[in-house]
């Protein structure tokens, strides 16, 4: 999978107006002060989340934020339009022709993504950096847009792209254990006209207006929460990890003085600075979320296991306060879990002391 290779700071985003949803006739031409406008084509029918983010994000580019949109599958209007998405069964950047439903086509975001584009990922791919650096305020050669870039594509855009070409997220041996229609491209779906609802074309177009606006506010929500959230506490992440030494001699103990979602930003840091096997951290000290106290998490053996890569010693192990305070022989204990993944202590140096008998038990 990717890596991230930046120091980050924290980005100000002022997220512009939405662009208005204009939709066109087959065949008609739009005008804007004398100019002709640009024309986004797509299909019309029934729609899917993939072509209504296409759309969305086409109109956040500085070429198409003004486009009319075409909704046809007649292919001598859509050879007018000044680019198609999600139909025509063509897939050429330089023509301006984003399709994905062509026999043979295979094309994939690279970067360790494999799974196969939809017209989502396709115009992501292609003009994915231009939005983000509209939108953070950034020349899109910035290091920090191709790291969100990438961490959007992981986290919001790949998965519309398996939904659309059907790729599952599991084998077919493995049956789930419940059913999932919540996410965005399901949402998307049921704007769509139910079966025995009559309806007509323009309200069709106009209920795909409204799906392109909800994937397309969803994007830059998720992209917002990554600029101002996510990729400043990758500083502190890293800080922690480069003094690590100064505050345990071994390394394996880390250090936050805030709150801070760490787990990600760790595992992908460890691999940049290609950390040994031999020195990595076991534990992190951070003070609660919403209190007082002091955390010690045991550092798992990937960002999603529960398995830990040390946990905290099995004696210590569902105990809580004067009992493990003195099973442990540290003062102000609050509890360890059952599983030995976390604990809680009433100080900073009480977290820390755990923390140094846990590496040397």
Request: aromatic fraction near 12%; charge should be neutral.
């Amino acid at each position: 999978m990717y890596r991230l290779f930046l120091r980050s700071h924290l980005v100000c985003i002022r997220f512009s107006a939405h662009p208005t949803q204009r939709i066109v006739g087959a065949g008609q031409i739009s005008k804007k002060r004398g100019m002709a406008t640009k024309t986004i084509g797509t299909h019309n029918g029934t729609f899917h989340c993939d072509e209504a983010l296409a759309v969305f994000l086409l109109r956040h580019t500085s070429t198409y934020r003004d486009a009319a949109l075409e909704r046809t599958r007649d292919p001598a209007v859509l050879d007018k339009c000044d680019i198609v998405v999600d139909v025509g069964s063509v897939y050429d950047p330089q023509k301006n022709r984003f399709d994905h439903h062509q026999r043979g086509f295979q094309e994939a975001f690279g970067h360790g993504f494999t799974t196969k584009l939809s017209s989502a990922g396709l115009v992501y791919k292609h003009f994915g950096k231009q939005i983000i650096a509209s939108e953070v305020k950034l020349d899109a050669e910035h290091p920090q847009v191709a790291v969100l870039w990438l961490k959007l594509y992981k986290e919001f855009i790949e998965a519309i792209d398996a939904v659309d070409n059907g790729i599952s997220q599991y084998s077919a041996e493995e049956k789930p254990r419940y059913r999932n229609r919540t996410d965005l491209s399901s949402r998307v779906g049921w704007l769509n006209p139910a079966w025995n609802v009559p309806v007509d074309a323009q309200a069709v177009d106009s209920l795909f207006v409204k799906a392109s606006q909800l994937a397309g506010e969803e994007f830059f929500g998720r992209l917002r929460y990554y600029a101002q959230a996510w990729l400043p506490a990758r500083d502190i992440v890293k800080a922690s990890l480069s003094t690590r030494h100064q505050v345990y001699t071994s390394g394996e103990i880390l250090l936050f003085e805030q709150f801070v979602p760490w787990k990600e930003h760790l595992f992908e840091l460890e691999e940049e600075h290609g950390i040994s096997r031999e020195a990595l951290p076991l534990y992190v000290i951070y003070p609660d979320e919403f209190g007082g106290n002091w955390r010690i998490q045991a550092v798992p053996v990937s960002p999603e296991s529960f398995e830990s890569r040390k946990a905290l010693p099995e004696a210590w192990r569902g105990l809580r306060d004067d009992e493990l305070s003195r099973v442990s022989g540290v003062e102000g204990c609050i509890f360890v879990h059952a599983s030995g993944f976390i604990g809680g202590n009433k100080t900073k140096e009480g977290a820390f002391r755990l923390a140094i008998l846990a590496v040397t038990m």
